[in-house]
T-cell receptor, first 106, second 115 residues
Framework: TQLLEQSPQFLSIQEGENLTVYCNSS?????LQWYRQEPGEGPVLLVT?????EVKKLKRLTFQFGDARKDSSLHITAAQPGDTGLYLC??????FGKGTSLLVTP | KAGVTQTPRYLIKTRGQQVTLSCSPI?????VSWYQQTPGQGLQFLFE???????NKGNFPGRFSGRQFSNSRSEMNVSTLELGDSALYLC??????????????FGPGTRLTVL
């Protein structure tokens, strides 16, 4: 049983567009991590959020942790082809969602 | 600083065989976690070792086992392989602190195919 549900499962957009991906759960987590995984590689940590309502920005990426610490979102502004990859969220480091596969075309 | 290394990178086995995968963590890291990644189930936690002791365990059958050595290197063993064990097996190392402040660094994985 997957504790974390991610949506959408797939997303194909053009360079310059904005997008948001979601990570939802009925469980409360003390921390939530976002990773990006590229083909042939392991996931790479982007951010960890630990406080309900917390917002963190990493260049064009904005991460938000829900007030109840059950859900999170990742917003990318002006997507670039280099953003292409599988975006994974994880609750308390070990409970992963299935991911959102993002393709950004020039 | 060298990253997490996993060997072998690719492996083909037949049903009923057993397999051992190896993971060398980043120098100074004492925690090693193992995950199974498949298209259908995503990334699923197998177990974590810290200072040679299993500290946390996921919901996998006893055919999946692991161990950690005094130099923090870890091995994972799968016995009596089944077709459904075909997956990318990832290991991740970290300092071993609480998940509120710790960071997992993943290796590139071992792609196991069971025929």
């Amino acid at each position: 049983t997957q504790l974390l549900e991610q949506s959408p499962q797939f997303l194909s957009i053009q360079e310059g567009e904005n997008l948001t991906v979601y990570c939802n759960s009925s469980s409360v987590f003390s921390s939530l991590q976002w990773y990006r995984q590229e083909p042939g590689e392991g996931p790479v940590l982007l951010v960890t959020v630990v406080t309900g309502g917390e917002v963190k920005k990493l260049k064009r990426l904005t991460f938000q942790f829900g007030d109840a610490r059950k859900d999170s979102s990742l917003h990318i502004t002006a997507a670039q082809p280099g953003d292409t990859g599988l975006y994974l969220c994880a609750g308390d480091m070990v409970n992963f969602g299935k991911g959102t596969s993002l393709l950004v075309t020039p | 600083k060298a990253g997490v290394t996993q060997t072998p990178r690719y492996l083909i086995k037949t049903r009923g065989q057993q397999v051992t995968l190896s993971c060398s963590p980043i120098s100074g890291h004492r925690s090693v976690s193992w995950y199974q990644q498949t298209p259908g189930q995503g990334l699923q936690f197998l177990f974590e070792y810290f200072s040679e002791t299993q500290r946390n365990k996921g919901n996998f059958p006893g055919r999946f086992s692991g161990r950690q050595f005094s130099n923090s290197r870890s091995e994972m063993n799968v016995s009596t392989l089944e077709l459904g064990d075909s997956a990318l097996y990832l290991c991740a190392s970290s300092l071993g602190g609480t998940h509120l402040a710790d960071t997992q660094y993943f290796g590139p994985g071992t792609r196991l195919t069971v025929l």
